[in-house]
């Protein structure tokens, strides 16, 4: 016997008490995606103008700070500074291990320094001090003609904030101490030293400091230098007499031996071993 249609078609259709053959209600529908939202072009074009604000912003902010950083190198000091610091640097140094500067027989390192005292001079000191590893007590040997005045007086800073001692002298090619001579700005350097050694046969030499900044009181500016110079001095331990040979010329005044030591310049003079 065949089997009933209605039978082979499964669930799709259910009997019904009361009738005929009826299909299965319908599941209820889910509920429905929320409608998606429509960016009017307004918003679209204000949103737009916001992000192209922003990148022209930042264009203008880069841009003026390349105009100052422009305006700043292209000073003559500016482009001094530079070039003392990383092109042709206007000091140089040797160190020296095992000296005994005073002959006592305690050996130190010593930082052998010359040249001219350039616009860019302390912070090559501080990178020299750096890579010396000088403790306190260690020697900063000193042989220049001077030169920059600020840089003398930071220079005599750094080397007080740590400890170290001065003495006007150069190395010859055996690595022996001879004198030599710190005048101008290099004795600002060197009184920064703990003590301050005197090399026999070396000499240091002071003059009157000057400016020349355009347009300023050069009377003024020179009174200002003279107490700046009177100020560190004093802080450094060392007589006002120094200053007042420094007013008295504009040309290089060598100081004897004795002078420097009742200046207090000198506070440990040297002799010949």
Not at 68 to 85: G, I, N, T, V
Request: glycine share 10%.
């Amino acid at each position: 016997m065949s089997a009933d249609p209605q039978e082979q078609d499964g669930p799709r259709f259910r009997s019904s008490p009361t009738g005929p053959w009826v299909a299965p209600p319908r599941a209820a529908p889910g509920p429905l995606p929320p409608p998606r939202r429509r960016v009017s072009n307004s918003y679209s074009a204000a949103f737009r103008w916001r992000g192209l604000a922003s990148i022209i912003f930042f264009a203008v902010m880069v841009a003026s700070v390349g105009v100052r950083a422009y305006r700043d190198l292209s000073r003559p000091e500016a482009w001094s500074f530079w070039k003392d610091m990383y092109v042709s640097p206007s000091l140089s140094s040797a160190l020296i291990p095992n000296v005994d500067i005073d002959h006592s027989g305690r050996l130190r390192t010593a930082l052998a320094i010359s040249g001219r005292i350039g616009p860019a001079a302390a912070n090559w000191l501080r990178d020299r001090l750096d890579e010396a590893n000088l403790k306190p007590g260690d020697v900063i040997l000193l042989s220049s003609p001077g030169g920059n005045l600020d840089q003398g007086v930071i220079m005599g800073e750094i080397i007080h904030a740590h400890a170290l001692a001065t003495a006007v002298g150069a190395v010859d090619g055996t690595g022996r101490i001879g004198p030599a001579y710190c005048a101008s700005s290099c004795v600002l350097a060197f009184a920064g030293g703990t003590p301050r050694y005197g090399v026999d046969g070396s000499a240091l030499g002071v003059h009157r400091f000057t400016t020349s900044v355009p347009g300023r009181d050069p009377v003024a500016d020179t009174q200002r230098v003279t107490g700046a110079i009177l100020g560190y001095m004093t802080k450094m331990g060392v007589s006002s007499q120094v200053v007042e040979a420094m007013s008295e010329t504009r040309d290089i005044r060598w100081l004897a031996p004795k002078e420097a030591l009742a200046m207090n310049l000198i506070t440990t003079p040297l002799a010949k071993p």
